[in-house]
Antibody
Framework: DVQLVESGGGLVRPGGSLRLACTAF????????MDWVRQAPGKGLEWVAR??????????KYAASVKGRFTISRDDSKNSLYLQMNSLKTEDAAVYFC??????????????WGQGTLVPVSS | DIQMTQSPSTLSASVGDRVTITCRAS??????LAWYQQKPGMAPNLLIS???SLQSGVPSSFSGSGSGSEFTLTVTSLQPDDFATYYC?????????FGGGTRVEIK
């Protein structure tokens, strides 16, 4: 079965840094584009970042709200996705989900999601 | 960026009701639209892709329609397990964007 397991969340102070990880099971991780999506408490879903696969040169895209502060990366040898978050702001507080993009023509379709990891940002 | 607008934001309904949720895009997205269901404390679950393709395991009471900039999600007979929040999402272009969500609550 496809499974995505996030880790690394926790309380961080404004201005601080945190690195989230997501480990994938049950599918060919190498083949898929991967994303991070966040959800602030009681709010809707906000797409954060995407990284393509090796065949497409690991290209990255970011939401304007995080560009220059967050870095998405992956290690295919470990079936793992990462999100390095720097210069954190109170408005970055959210549950962070990793998600798999569909294959074929379905780029951008988020067909499997992890359970999320909570990142509170507070002094 | 493509803006996605969902309506209503909250919908009160009873078991057995037919409910419809609307999603409008700020520009044409062809049929590059997905619907997700999210229950409290859980991850979103993909229900429908390409505007109308039901994912495996999703009850046939769910259906999606539309193209261009206007889309609908319909549940023909609401079941207790269907009370949740629903989101639309465009994947025509990055940044990926979501509608604000529709909470379906018990009347």
């Amino acid at each position: 079965d496809v499974q995505l397991v996030e880790s690394g969340g926790g309380l961080v102070r404004p201005g601080g840094s945190l690195r989230l990880a997501c480990t994938a099971f049950g599918f060919n991780f190498n083949d898929h584009y991967m994303d991070w999506v966040r959800q602030a408490p009681g709010k809707g879903l906000e797409w954060v970042a995407r990284i393509s696969n090796k065949a497409n040169n690991y290209t990255t895209k970011y939401a304007a709200s995080v560009k220059g502060r967050f870095t998405i990366s992956r290690d295919d040898s470990k079936n793992s996705l990462y999100l390095q978050m720097n210069s954190l702001k109170t408005e970055d507080a959210a549950v962070y989900f990793c998600a798999r993009e569909g294959s074929g023509y379905n780029y951008g379709l988020l067909d499997f999601w992890g359970q999320g990891t909570l990142v509170p940002v507070s002094s | 960026d493509i803006q996605m607008t969902q309506s209503p934001s909250t919908l009160s309904a009873s078991v057995g009701d037919r409910v419809t949720i609307t999603c409008r895009a700020s520009q044409s997205i062809s049929r590059w639209l997905a619907w997700y269901q999210q229950k409290p404390g859980m991850a979103p679950n993909l229900l429908i892709s390409n505007a109308s393709s039901l994912q495996s395991g999703v009850p046939s009471s769910f259906s999606g329609s539309g193209s261009g900039s206007e889309f609908t999600l319909t549940v023909t007979s609401l079941q207790p397990d269907d009370f949740a929040t629903y989101y639309c999402q465009q994947y025509y272009s990055y940044p990926l964007t979501f509608g604000g969500g529709t909470r379906v609550e018990i009347k």
